[in-house]
């Protein structure tokens, strides 16, 4: 698929995930680009009347959503969040999800994890078999060269981290002020086992393997959305 179909894609389903929003929710708001189009789409709605209040997971979607005038609160001023829709880097057969390729994981997670539903939307290439996409582990900067090399030795599963750098070769920094190790397995086909053996490292502080959280999964299509009730 070329990047001007992705795109496309990308949009379309963001206008989706519109139709599934209701008035008076409390909703969590993903980030990334096919969130991009939802934001839009839902700072219309709001113009148009609608009344909700949304939950951020970046500063990058808090700004975008604000500049809407879409109402919004962080997750600890809230008592409840309704829904959650968010984009997804890919999604493997058994609906297990890698995120966190916009260094927003740890936000969306925790939003995530408070909310009684969770969709994901995506376009149709991120739907695969079995990962082939890295891995993002948020982790502290003290001590994150020797996390790295403590992970490459952990060659059982042959992980291949690098910590990631910004075109001038500066690391990439979190909204948190973390840095991200990103793993190079290819492919992934134990995901719930990498989940365990990054849980206990000292120094991370969250990995983007999403697993079992997802309610509603929109997959866009040339001819149209798909809707996966999981
Ligand atoms: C950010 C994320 C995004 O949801 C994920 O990277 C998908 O982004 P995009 O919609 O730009 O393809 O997890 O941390």
Avoid at 23 to 41: K, L, N, P, Q
Avoid at 97 to 118: D, F, P, R, Y
Avoid at 154 to 164: E, I
């Amino acid at each position: 698929m070329d990047s001007e179909a992705i795109k496309q894609q990308k949009a379309q389903v963001g206008q989706e995930a519109v139709k599934y929003i209701e008035d008076g929710m409390v909703v969590g708001i993903g980030s990334g680009s096919t969130m991009w189009y939802m934001v839009e789409a839902l700072g219309k709605r709001v113009q148009e009347g609608l009344n909700i209040v949304g939950v951020p997971t970046s500063r990058a979607t808090r700004k975008h959503a604000n500049e809407l005038g879409i109402p919004l609160k962080t997750v600890d001023e809230v008592d409840r969040i309704d829904l959650t829709i968010d984009g997804a880097d890919q999604i493997d057969q058994n609906y297990q999800g890698i995120k966190g390729g916009g260094a927003s994981h740890l936000m969306e997670k925790i939003v995530a994890t408070n909310s009684t539903k969770n969709m994901w939307i995506v376009d149709e290439s991120k739907m695969v078999t079995a990962f082939n996409y890295p891995v993002p582990v948020e982790v502290i900067p003290y001590g994150s060269t020797q996390l790295e090399r403590r992970l490459d030795r952990l060659d059982r599963l042959d992980l291949q981290p690098k910590l990631r750098k910004n075109a001038a070769g500066e690391f990439v920094t979190t909204d948190s002020n973390n840095y991200i190790i990103d793993l190079y397995l290819d492919p992934l086909d134990e995901p719930k086992e990498l989940a365990h053996i990054l849980d206990p490292l000292v120094g991370v502080v969250e990995h983007g393997l999403f697993l079992d959280m997802v309610n509603t999964i929109i997959v866009q299509h040339a001819d149209g959305p798909e809707v996966i009730n999981v």
